[in-house]
């Protein structure tokens, strides 16, 4: 595990954050900054189209487009940004369903149930089917930069408090340490706002001593 956020991954936060909100003048800051630290296009398209399953298609789409302007103007400018791989292919048998079961079960810990999916099933099936099937199966992403996305996004929101406490648990159960969750926090209040980071740290100071899966 390493001990801090690559620059790449720093990148990925006011970018996911800046998205979530839909502040495109300090989206296009942050977009310039990701391509400059080394982020690839198809890894910020990635994260760009993730954002609609947190904060809608109109957000996702925006930025998108977006981003198609700053890479027309940087490569008027000459500067050739990198492309990076594509996404593979899921495989011919992939079911999205089975997939997004077993993923969403290593992210969480344990699988997932309760009231509110008994209340509303196709809420159920949607995020297993298609955010951790057809989503976090993609590979230009891993989870860990999935998730930082995620944590920047949710902690940009309003009124998204326990789905950010559920998503700072997924982290540490993939790896991601308190201290980079902190840093998170740290990139967040200096690069975000203060009440952005501020939501972080009100959960994290209250996080067990031990994983609780």
Known sequence: ??????????????????T??????????????????GLTVNEIKAVLVQSYTYAGFPRSLNALSAFMQIL?????????DIEGRDSQ????NYQAIIQGSENQTQLVGQPVKGPLFEFAPEIDEYLKAHLFGDIFSRDVLDWQGREIATVSMLAALHGTETQLKA???????IGISIQQLQEIQQVLSKDVSGETGQKL??????LPEKKSF
């Open 201 to 206: 740290t009100q959960i994290l100071s209250h």
């Open 20 to 37: 979530a909100v839909g502040d495109l003048p300090q989206l296009a800051i942050a977009l310039n900054q990701g391509l400059d630290q």
């Open 89 to 92: 292919a899921l495989p011919q």
């Open 72 to 80: 027309e103007k940087r490569k008027a400018k000459g500067i050739e």
């Open 167 to 173: 998503h700072v648990q997924m982290s540490l159960n």
């Open 1 to 18: 595990m390493q001990d801090s956020l690559s620059k790449q991954q720093q990148a990925l936060i006011p970018i996911s954050a800046f």
